[in-house]
């Protein structure tokens, strides 16, 4: 059996004491614990990669995006999001943290937020 090796990703500055899927809308996410499920725009910082594809004719899934962001070690969030025109499945990479790269909490947008050390 061969091993595959692994990518070690950095750890953060921030030691969260708690995880919020639910604040309420227009509330900025809280940079002091781990956020996931936020629905919201990106500010425009930190923006590393867009994942659009993972196998012709597969759409990109939630956990795709994750494994992308695992193997890149500036990730520490993702977006998972509906392409406006196709409404196909798609995800952004970001360098900073949900709290950092999500301009503010609006679940009237599909675009679904979640930090990296959140577990799926």
Do not use: K
């Amino acid at each position: 059996m061969s091993s595959v090796p692994t990518t070690n990703h950095p750890t953060t500055t921030i030691v969260p004491t708690s995880t919020v899927s639910s604040p309420t809308a227009s509330e900025m996410p809280n940079p002091a614990v781990l956020n996931c499920g936020l629905h919201g725009l990106a500010v425009g910082d930190y923006y590393l990669a867009g994942y659009v594809l993972e196998r012709e004719g597969v759409p990109v899934t939630l956990q795709d995006c994750y494994q992308a962001c695992s193997t890149d070690t500036g990730c520490e969030s993702f977006e998972f999001y509906p392409e406006p025109i196709t409404d196909a499945p798609r995800c952004a990479l970001y360098g900073g943290s949900e709290a950092d790269s999500l301009g503010s909490v609006n679940p009237d947008v599909p675009n679904v937020w979640y930090d990296f050390s959140y577990t799926i």
